[in-house]
């Protein structure tokens, strides 16, 4: 019997251990003469999963303690990724505001855009920029000085009213229908129109958009984790296959922009991006404006600006079945500051301090992304940071979900109680630890869009409607699924109508 190719197997086998270990041995050596921030051992290959799996913790009880363990800045080491962890606001505030902490870590569907730097969640640098600057400039011009877009909203606001009346007072699931009305609501603003929730080209977006947040875990990681990526069935390669998808789709809204576009006419965001690249077109200049680029910044938006809104009026809607005290204190203000002729305006905020106390409550016992977008240190070497060495190209991720319940930011943190943001005139005042939109350079695009949404929605369907628990339930727990948002458990509610 020929043995020889057991012997190359053989052979094989020891020159890849012996890569590994070199590797491995070369790395400890090389961490002896740093001092890396506090952390786990990382064995091999693994990282700090054994570490992880043997905390028998879900991620949200993990992420509180991290830095009871290892302080504000921990580092640990995922699959060969270096992972730096910041859990106190002033830190996170100095660290998001550097120029080399403000990039994006490339995710696994650059593959499916064909370059590494490209669209608006996941751009760096000049691209980044470029990008940006259409975003803001459309909140800017289009829409937050416009009485137009409050009117938009209120549209796809009636339309969710009228799905919850046809429930007939009796249980069910609010999800689908809040998910089809905020995705309306960002299609409206950015692309113009507005799709029937049974629509199949809406449902096929947004059941990619909804896949891709609920596979991945871990507040989003595995949106970088490309050597896992490269495995078939896995969460990074079916993230790919949703992204096509989505992006697919996108493209089908650009083309249909671009065949009655008028130029420096905009009607909404597509018409922005479209005057961008003609303009550069023309004057010949180069720069990041191009469909590809286009078409993945719409998807960012969108699928960033939805799912986002979502989630929190859902925690929202769960907080006021659970706590029907204090949603008979906001109806009571919403009806003592409109009435019961009309419904709530955007002028009537100044007059609900209350119920914007009680959004803000929300979004801070229930924080929508506890680890926010990841950052990247792109500095050339490492850097000393708080005396640290953070290693070039390490993945950094604020840990709001710990400062959201710092007991030495927040009296009784667990405790849901909106007058916490009530100061002694009873004004509603946000503290600037409450970042749910983020901080620094790359803070949310979209805060003033979200503000106005969930102010609006909240306050009409409260004043259309008192949302009770089902018969027989008692309660529901606030127990969360964290995905790449951290999400509600399903639950189901009564809409009995106020009118």
Same mark, same amino acid.
């Given at each position: ?349 100044? /007059? ?11 979004? =801070?016992?229930? +924080?929508?992304? @506890?680890? %926010? &977008? *990841? ?75 979200? /503000? ?11 004043? =259309?409607?008192? +949302?009770?628990? @089902?018969? %027989? &339930? *008692? ?25």
């Amino acid at each position: 019997m020929d043995l020889t190719w057991v012997f190359d197997v053989r052979v094989v086998l020891l020159s890849v251990f012996a890569v590994l270990l070199t590797s491995y041995l070369i790395r400890r050596l090389n961490e002896k003469t740093r001092k890396l921030p506090p952390g786990p051992p990382a064995w091999p290959l693994l990282g700090s999963i054994p570490f992880i799996v043997r905390m028998r913790l879900n991620p949200l009880d993990l992420l509180s303690k991290i830095p009871e363990i290892f302080g504000d800045i921990a580092h640990l080491r995922i699959v060969g990724y270096d992972i730096i962890i910041l859990s106190e606001y002033s830190i996170i505030k100095e660290a998001f505001h550097r120029a080399d902490f403000s990039a994006r870590p490339k995710p696994v569907y650059h593959t499916v855009a064909g370059r590494s730097n490209f669209g608006l969640m996941s751009a760096s640098g000049d691209v980044s920029k470029e990008q940006r600057q259409v975003a803001y400039s459309f909140f800017r011009n289009l829409g937050l000085v416009k009485s137009s877009f409050e009117e938009k909203i209120v549209v796809e606001i009636t339309h969710l009213m009228d799905a919850f009346r046809k429930t007939e007072g009796k249980a069910f699931s609010p999800k689908v229908m809040i998910n089809n009305a905020m995705s309306n609501i960002i299609c409206a603003v950015t692309f113009g129109s507005r799709h029937e929730y049974s629509d199949p080209v809406f449902n096929a977006i947004l059941n990619a958009l909804n896949s891709n947040l609920q596979i991945s875990k871990s507040g989003g990681l595995f949106f970088f984790l490309h050597t896992l990526a490269n495995v078939p069935n896995t969460p990074g390669h079916k993230i790919r296959q949703n992204v096509t998808c989505i992006s697919t789709h996108m493209k089908k809204f650009l083309d249909d922009h671009l065949k009655d576009h008028q130029p420096d006419q905009p009607r909404d965001m597509v018409d922005m991006y479209i005057d961008k690249i003609h303009q550069h077109k023309q004057n010949g200049t180069v720069s990041s404006y191009d469909e590809l680029n286009t078409v993945f910044s719409l998807a960012d938006i969108f699928a960033a600006a939805s799912e986002t809104t979502t989630t929190t009026l859902r925690w929202l809607m769960l907080r006021m079945v659970t706590h029907p005290d204090i949603q008979k204190k906001i109806q009571d203000e919403i009806d003592d500051a409109v009435g019961r002729d009309r419904l709530p305006t955007l002028l009537d905020k100044p /007059k609900l301090p209350y119920t914007e106390a009680t959004i803000l409550e929300v979004m =801070r016992l229930n +924080f929508v992304t @506890p680890l %926010g &977008v *990841p950052h990247q240190y792109t500095g050339r070497g490492e850097l000393s940071f708080h005396g640290y060495d953070i290693p070039e190209g390490a993945i950094v991720f604020a840990n709001y979900w710990s400062i959201s319940r710092d007991p030495k930011l927040w009296d009784d943190p667990e405790v849901f109680r909106p007058e916490r943001f009530l100061n002694e005139e009873g004004k509603c005042v946000k503290p600037d630890e409450l970042t749910p939109f983020s901080i620094g350079k790359r803070v949310c695009i979209g805060e003033s869009l979200a /503000k106005m949404e969930l102010s609006l929605l909240f306050t009409h369907l409260l004043h =259309r409607f008192t +949302f009770t628990l @089902p018969d %027989g &339930v *008692p309660s529901y727990s606030m127990k969360d699924s964290l995905g790449a948002v951290n999400t509600p458990v399903s639950y189901q509610l009564c809409a009995i109508p106020r009118d």
